[in-house]
């Protein structure tokens, strides 16, 4: 599976992003996809994915501002990213969990820089 992550860049505080990442390969469904993030000096940590179930899961911090979305036929997820604080300044990740394989797949990160 490669996965190819997009729509990074420069935003201001209390401004919006949208993030998208497009799969291809032996891709199962949305299920197991996700987004995480890498902050500068701290460990890589999920911002939101979605489980085995089709449950969506997402990080304290970025409820109520960051949304998920899942398109099975374009075997796309986007993030979008609203109310974006300093502190959401990292490398984003797209992720893929086959849980078939039990195989991880990642993207290559996108910078998202939120400064004024």
């Known amino acids: 599976v490669q996965l190819q992550a997009s729509g990074g860049g420069l935003v201001q505080p209390g401004g919006s992003l949208r993030l998208s990442c497009v799969a291809s390969?032996?891709?199962?469904?949305?299920?197991?996809m996700g987004w995480y993030r890498q902050r500068p000096g701290n460990p890589r940590e999920v911002v939101a994915r979605y489980t085995k179930a089709g449950t969506i899961f997402s990080r304290d911090s970025v409820k109520g501002r960051f949304t998920i979305s899942g398109d099975n036929d374009k075997k796309s997820l986007d993030l979008q990213m609203t109310n974006v604080l300093p502190e959401d300044t990292a490398v984003y990740y797209c992720?893929?969990?086959?849980?078939?394989?039990?195989?991880?797949?990642w993207g290559r990160g996108t910078q998202v820089t939120v400064s004024s």
């Open positions: 390969g032996s891709f199962f469904g949305i299920n197991g």
């Open positions: 992720n893929y969990y086959d849980y078939h394989e039990n195989q991880d797949y």
